[in-house]
């Protein structure tokens, strides 16, 4: 020891090193260079200039009788020891510091009980003081006397130390190793033997040992890998040089492998960054960050983390850490949940309720295999967490580069319930701030109360509710907020609350804060502390007067539709009879027609099937017309029209109609009517036939008149002339309380007659749309038992001759006849119904046409290509190819560069206005519907072949 001592000093003494200084004057740096000295059975002791401690060890403090060394660091030793002035050690000790020759002396002491004890102390200088060797030679004799009786014994105790002891030479050979060593390398004792310092891989390694070949001791902590590469510890090694006359003899390493204590210094820390890192980011991210210290501290690289449910049975992950996304795993397994039975061996954490490690994982029999795009699997450790005798999470790493031990598992145990400590603090938050919100935001008035009923909260809604400040009934009785009738209930509700610790329904009458009334729905919930017992109250108030006003409306909405429901069933009863009493008539008659021989029965009994199909036209068109004006989609086809024909003819329809009744039919016509207007002529035809219809059909005796007069009112803009059509009739009259609902749809005037019970309840209300889109108005007037008047004023649009050069409409042969024009037409009729087809063709063929024909559009675009027409009329819906696409293709040149204005006439069964307008954005020219009226199918050819003629001109 005298050996070390000396080497020491003469390390120090030879240092240039600025830092060597800071080590001999600071306690800390001191204690830590020299803390393997604690373990040495001599006593230590470095004591400054100023005679205080600088440094002892154990053994130095047991020989001073103190219990501990660092009760005697900083102390004079002349306070520890006053009796020491003047004694033989004190002066060795000043001749010391004096002169710096060392000093030996030996003295006797009782520091081990009663017994003497012979103590040799050597006394050395050091650079900032002097350094104190004790030996007690009681133990020492003993020690020798053992170390010369049993070599082998001593080698026993080098070989079986846990801290790694070698020994090197003046070359910095390794001349000796004990098996520590040799573990902490991870080599053999035959490849460490003779091996130089300076070839070792650790570059920072070597260069401390071989600074104490030049008698400076060493110092070295950190991550270590061994010779081989294969083996990576962390370890904390001391160099110590022995020197003889101030010269390297040999040195000692004394190294300990201190791997598991820095793990668990760094778990420590990385719970601490978990719980800091939780109340900056979000669960997901702290999970995560949980999971990637996990990988380190385990040097793995997979990292999961799975919530369990309540039932014990279902997973639900929650997290990979960044590296298992990044490198290990591709599939997206994010919120995925299934069922712990269909798992595989990574839950057997589950199953045995604690942490499982897998070292050789591909031999597990009960693997299940992975997803696709998972790296293979060599081993892993997955801990169960546990909060009250429930797993609540597990968290597993993987592929760690060598077997995972038990310190893996404390380290990712502590780890795991780190993580959830914070997660469930996470969650409490949220879920703490998710119902504060909902309680901020809630419709509800919310009301916190004390254990007197003292309000101390309200949510926003609450000052909503009764028009009030927060400073209106905060720290008030919640009886104030009650109409006073109730105040004394509310004491019996809150105190039946108090008494049963229970929730309670009630409804109270409350008063808000302008005087009015409203009576609330309050649910009374106590708060409890952790002993059950109730500290205040809340109050959730609903405020359902609204409510009963909504039953009322949905009571009032409920009246109206099955009042609804009844009108539109009546309506379809009716609309049965009306339909099947013309399908009656027309099946009848034709079945008589074809039985009969004679032309004069025949022209007959097809009269009546004409007068019946018109019938049920008209009923088509009606329910067509409602749909139309439901949906909005009513619109009016202007062009011009002889007001004066159109009401020549309607007079002349419902005068026959009138005499076959027995009634007398009187028109007055002004003579302004017989100008050309431009208008919707089908809608005030429609107008007129309705109102005429009724007035002949509610009339059984006496007279229906139609008056046409230029109306005093005046119209908006100079270019119309107002017109008021009036319809007089000596009827039954409508009473007043029905006058209102005749417009209505699916309603009809109370009537007795069997014959005023026709008709489908919607004429006057599609009549009144049409008034009201024409902007004009209608009007009624009637008295039961005196008839009914009315009357529509309309203003309708002078239209300018001027405009059409060339063109007379004074000749009405011209729109009855294709003969105008001079030619016989060639017309392609493209129609797949055979029916249809043959109607269309004998119609066109009895005026002298030439008519041919195709079954779909693919077919008239063949015939296009091979021939010239002057017409084509094209049904819509058809097989192989529609209407509307053989229309494109015709127009995009596809039949024929001379076809491609070719006039179209779409022919349809179709009356809905949307088909209408896709028919001309596809490039037809018109359109008629089906069946077909003969005057109609002439018209709509005349107008086309019209507008395509002047458009070319």
Known sequence: MAYLAEG??????????????????????????????????????????????????????????????????????????????????????????????????????????????????????????????????????????????????????????????????????????????????????????????????????????????????GYYCDEYTSYTGQHTAFIEAHWLPLLKDGQFVSGVGIVQDITTERLHQRARQAQFDIANYANQHTLNATLIKALDLAEELTRSTIGFFHFLEDDQETLSLQAWSTNTTATMCTADGSDSHYPVSRAGVWVDCIHQRKAVIHNDYQSLPHKKGLPEGHAPIIRELVVPIFRQDKIVAILGVGNKPDYYDEKDVKILEDLANMAWESIARRRAEAEKMAIATMVEQSTAAVIRMDMHGTITYTNPYTLQLFGCEARDVLFRDYGSLLEPAHRAENRSQIQSVMDSGKDHNCQMLHRKFDGSSFRGQVRLMPLLDSDRSVYGYTCVLIDTSREMEYQAELEMARSKAESANKAKTEFLAQMSHEIRTPMNAILGMTDLALQSTSADQIREYLGIVRESGEHLMQLISDILDISKIERGQMMLDSRKFNLARLLEHISRLYSYTAERKGLVFQSSITPEASNIFKGDEMRLRQILINLLGNAIKFTDTGVVRLIVSRDAQACR??????????????????????????????????????????????????????????????????????????????????????????????????????????????????????????????????????????????????????SVYDLVIMDIEMPVMNGLAATRHIRAGDAGERNRLIPIIAMTAHAVIDIQREAIQAGMNDYITKPIQISSFHESIMHTLHLIRNTAS
């Open 717 to 866: 803009t100079p270019d119309r002339v107002p017109f008021l059509f009036e319809v007089h009739d000596t009827g039954c009259g409508i009473p007043d309380d029905q006058q209102s609902l005749i417009f209505q749809k699916f309603q009809q005037g109370d009537n007795t007659s069997g014959d005023r019970n026709s008709g489908s309840g919607l004429g006057l209300s599609i009549v009144k749309e049409i008034v009201t889109l024409m902007e004009g108005q209608i009007k009624l007037e009637s008295e039961p038992g005196q008839g009914s008047r009315f009357e529509v004023r309309l203003c309708l649009e002078r239209y300018d001759l001027s405009l059409e050069e060339g063109t007379s409409d004074s000749d009405p042969a011209q729109l009855e006849h294709l003969a105008a024009f001079d030619q016989r037409l060639k017309i392609l009729i493209v129609e797949d119904n055979p029916i249809n087809l043959q109607i269309a063709s004998k119609v066109l063929e009895k005026h002298g046409h030439d008519i041919a024909s195709a079954m779909n559009g693919e077919e008239a675009l063949q015939a296009l290509r091979q």
């Open 8 to 217: 020491w000093t003469a390390g120090n003494r030879m240092s240039t090193d600025p830092q060597a200084h800071k080590h001999s004057t600071d306690p800390d740096s001191i204690a830590r260079q020299f803390q393997f000295l604690d373990t040495l059975r001599c006593g230590f002791q470095i004591i400054g200039p100023d005679w205080r401690y600088v440094y002892l060890n154990q053994m130095a403090a047991e020989q001073s009788r103190h219990s501990s060394a660092s009760d005697l660091i900083g102390r004079s030793i002349l306070e520890v020891f006053p009796e020491i002035q003047g004694s033989p050690v004190y002066q060795a000790m000043q001749a010391v510091m004096d002169s710096g020759e060392p000093q030996r002396l030996s003295y006797r002491s009782r520091y081990k009980g009663d017994q003497d004890r012979f103590l040799e102390l050597e006394i050395l200088r050091m650079e900032h003081g002097i350094l104190v060797h004790s030996i007690d030679r009681n133990d020492y004799i003993q020690i020798e006397s053992a170390r010369e009786l049993s070599e082998e014994r001593h080698r026993l105790f080098f070989e079986n130390s846990s801290i790694g002891i070698l020994h090197y030479d003046a070359e910095g050979n390794i001349t000796d190793v004990n098996a520590a060593i040799i573990a902490i390398f991870g080599s053999s004792r035959e490849s460490l033997l003779g091996l130089n310092i300076h070839s070792l891989p650790d570059k920072k390694f070597a260069a401390e040992v071989i600074k104490s070949l030049q008698g400076i001791p």
